[in-house]
């Protein structure tokens, strides 16, 4: 599986930005897709990852601003990212995973993107 994020860029703090991941090479419909960002000097972290039956999780620091969701006939996942703060700045990673389980975990997801960057402006 191939994964291609894309998406981000520069936004003001409050706004609003939607990436997308397409993955290609083998139907998505089945794996657990997930989501991870990097900020500059910090380890990677999980945002969210949504399962094959659409069974979502969050991370605390974005839940109820953050929404995934996936689209299995275009093969692709996305998130929608609303009331961005400053501290959402990182290159944000989708993956894919063969777990049933909507996990934070990376060792579950076998597949990595290459990376968008977000940044927020105070």
């Known amino acids: 599986v191939q994964l291609q994020a894309s998406g981000g860029g520069l936004v003001q703090a409050g706004g609003a930005l939607t990436l997308s991941c397409a993955a290609s090479?083998?139907?998505?419909?089945?794996?657990?897709m997930g989501w991870f960002r990097q900020a500059p000097g910090k380890e990677r972290e999980s945002v969210g990852a949504?399962?094959?039956?659409?069974?979502?999780y969050y991370a605390d620091s974005v839940k109820g601003r953050f929404t995934i969701s996936r689209d299995n006939a275009k093969n692709t996942v996305s998130v929608q990212m609303n009331s961005l703060k400053p501290g959402d700045t990182a290159v944000y990673y989708c993956?894919?995973?063969?777990?049933?389980?909507?996990?934070?975990?990376?060792?579950?997801?076998?597949?990595w993107g290459q990376g968008t960057q977000v940044t927020v402006s105070s």
């Open positions: 949504i399962n094959w039956n659409g069974i979502t």
């Open positions: 993956a894919a995973g063969s777990s049933v389980f909507s996990s934070r975990l990376e060792s579950v997801y076998d597949y």
């Open positions: 090479g083998r139907a998505i419909n089945n794996y657990v």
